[in-house]
Nanobody
Framework: QVQLVESGGGLVQAGDSLRLSCAAS????????MGWFRQSPGKDREFVAA????????NYADSVKGRFTISRDNAKNTGYLQMSSLKPEDTAVYSC??????????????????WGQGTQVTVSS
């Protein structure tokens, strides 16, 4: 399995940008799909974005399309989520996940088998 550690969360104002990082350990990261999910209090975990093993294909939730960009650098074993035009409704704990090569297409947490601990993103109005 892949071990994942997120960083980059924080408190920002509406309209600001933030970049989350997901540092991975383990030789299988470069062959794994990677996803970002978020969860806010009282709500189910929500798919945000996913990327295939090479970084050539991405998948986004409608709620973040055009504002968030997922990317990865396999040489650095790191994934990223660039978030722009943040809204208060983006407030949540953001977690990255790794899974089989086809997991990026599903947009569902059950297809991922490695998870980070999460990082808090708070957007004030």
């Amino acid at each position: 399995q892949v071990q994942l550690v997120e960083s980059g969360g924080g408190l920002v104002q509406a309209g600001d940008s933030l970049r989350l990082s997901c540092a991975a350990s383990g030789r299988t990261f470069s062959g794994s799909a990677m996803g970002w999910f978020r969860q806010s209090p009282g709500k189910d975990r929500e798919f945000v974005a996913a990327i295939n093993w090479s970084g050539s294909i991405t998948n986004y939730a409608d709620s973040v399309k055009g504002r968030f960009t997922i990317s990865r650098d396999n040489a650095k074993n790191t994934g990223y989520l660039q978030m722009s035009s943040l809204k208060p409704e983006d407030t949540a704990v953001y977690s990255c996940a790794a899974g089989p090569t086809t997991a990026w297409a599903a947009g569902a947490a059950r297809f991922y088998n490695s998870w980070g601990q999460g990082t808090q993103v708070t957007v004030s109005s």
